[in-house]
């Protein structure tokens, strides 16, 4: 019989297993430390769930709202291949970073480089003003010396011809570009500081690019010492398809992906979180596309003309009471949640057969009424042959996205939502043909590939 000891121990590691919240972990590790961004999911999240449910044979991830590519570096340190998508390209062009591994070498070459062109900046001048193309008032977002400065960057920049390496320092660049300009830094919208604080701000975009440098080398290293273990380097791939359209299969076949991990955003961008508007300075400076229009392609960008049926009862129910109160913001939602099933009934297809979809949402309200996201990705999932596993609960200790937000889109009426995380495990039914063979193969004692059930990943590593 147990001892009560023993019995404590054992509740707490249930404990620990049902805990999501990894309140205080660090989570700028590895090139996680690169870019800041809004709504990040933390490492430890996607970690886990790749730890608990990527079967020990799984080889490729997918994640259909990347952003900055949390899950994917997760995924790679696991041996995993990696396959994201994002509409926003400063997420990819950051992913893209935090996925790479450049010569070491090269990379260091250039920051010695860099470090002798800061000793020497004040020899140089800009004949010209820079032709930033997506931001039309430039001095009102930069001061002229600042302006300056991020132009002589830039052109260092630009010049670097290795483009991993290019990108590596495209990101540092455009966190450069956020804190030296006039916005306040600790918000995602873009706030312009008062006249008083721009009297005192003098940002020095030469170290703080030198320190964003060192920071994301020493980033790098970490990632490295894991990367350079595997015998066959696991690959990374960032594109930028909309999966609520539909996913080219030239670049994810069907019935491919054993894992999707992935938080998809919380709702419109209009209303929630505007990544557009976030990344339009820096995407404007790198010369990335469309940096003003990013916000209207997103989830619930676009309108629609009536609120659809669901079939859900829980989102069905919360629709009918938003659009009691205000039909036209029930139109608003209903275009993000038709985005989100068609985007499903999409990945739905490139899961194996006992594949898992790991959903982190958050349950917004709009005009008061909780909207039931994670049980519309249930319900969303279970129309296209997927099984519940579990619906995860998380409080948010300090994720840095709008903890109070408008819900009557009244200013300044705030409320306080999205303290809870849920993270919605779906699982793809195994075809009775398959599981079949599947069951013929255990008898006689072979393992098939889709039998796989949960278990711990080991890195594929080289051996010792
Ligand atoms: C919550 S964020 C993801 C953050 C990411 N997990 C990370 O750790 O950086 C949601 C992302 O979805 C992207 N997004 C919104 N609508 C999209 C769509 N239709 N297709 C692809 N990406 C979309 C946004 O640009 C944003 O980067």
Redesign the pocket.
């Given at each position: 019989m147990l001892k009560t000891k023993q019995l404590t121990f054992l509740t707490d590691l249930e404990t620990q297993a049902q805990d999501w919240t990894f309140n205080g972990a660090p989570t700028r590790e590895l090139t996680h430390c690169y870019h800041d961004?809004?709504?990040?999911?933390i490492p430890q999240v996607a970690g886990k769930l790749l730890d608990l449910f990527a079967p020990v044979d799984a080889t490729l991830l997918f994640?259909?709202?990347?952003?900055?590519?949390?899950?994917l570096v997760e995924g790679l340190t696991r041996g995993l291949n990696v396959i994201g998508?994002?509409?926003?390209p400063l997420?990819r062009l950051i992913a893209k970073a935090k996925t790479a591994t450049p010569d070491i070498e090269k990379v260091d070459e250039q920051i010695s480089k860099f470090n002798r062109f800061v000793l020497a900046r004040k020899s140089k001048f800009l004949a010209e003003s820079p032709d930033i193309q997506g931001i039309s008032r430039l001095e009102f977002w930069f001061k002229p010396s600042v302006i300056e400065n991020l132009a002589r960057l830039k052109r260092f920049v630009d010049g670097i011809d290795d483009e991993s390496v290019r990108i590596f320092f495209q990101v540092a660049f455009s966190e450069t570009v956020r804190e030296s300009s006039n916005t306040r830094n600790h918000e995602f919208k873009l706030y312009r500081y008062d006249e008083e604080h721009l009297k005192k701000f003098n940002p020095d975009a030469f170290e703080l690019m030198a320190e964003k440098l060192k920071r994301n080398r020493a980033g790098l290293q970490k990632f490295f010492a894991i990367m350079r273990n595997f015998k066959h380097p696991p690959t990374a791939n960032v594109y930028g398809f909309?999966?609520?359209e539909g996913i080219p299969h030239t670049e994810i076949a069907r019935a491919s992906v054993d894992i999707v991990v992935?938080?998809?955003?919380y709702g419109d961008s209009h209303t929630t979180?505007a990544?557009g508007q976030y990344s339009r300075l820096s995407a404007a400076w790198l010369g990335l596309d469309e940096p003003d229009k990013?916000d209207n392609?997103?989830?619930g960008g676009k309108s629609v003309k009536k609120i659809s049926a669901f079939e859900c009862t829980p989102l069905d129910s919360a629709l009918h009471e938003i659009h009691r109160v205000d039909p036209k913001r029930a139109l608003e939602v209903s275009a993000f949640y038709s985005?989100l099933c068609n985007?499903i009934s999409h990945v739905a297809q490139v899961l194996v057969p006992g594949g898992y979809a790991c959903y982190v949402v958050g349950n917004r309200k709009v005009k008061g009424i909780v909207l039931p996201t994670d049980a519309a990705i249930r319900c969303f999932f279970e129309r296209n042959d997927f099984v519940h596993i579990d619906t995860f609960h998380r409080s948010i200790p300090n994720k840095r996205m709008p903890l109070r937000n408008s819900p009557t889109n009244v200013s300044g009426a705030m409320d306080n939502t999205m303290t809870q995380e849920y993270i919605v495990v779906m699982r793809r039914k195994i075809p009775r043909t398959l599981r079949d063979k599947r069951q013929l193969l255990e008898k006689i004692g072979v393992a098939a590939r889709t039998t796989k059930t949960t278990t711990q990943r080991a890195p594929k590593t080289k051996s010792a």
């Open positions: 961004y809004p709504a990040r999911m994640d259909p709202y990347c952003g900055t590519g949390t899950s998508t994002d509409l926003n997420a909309n999966t609520a992935t938080s998809p955003p979180v990544y990013i392609k997103l989830m985005d985007s």
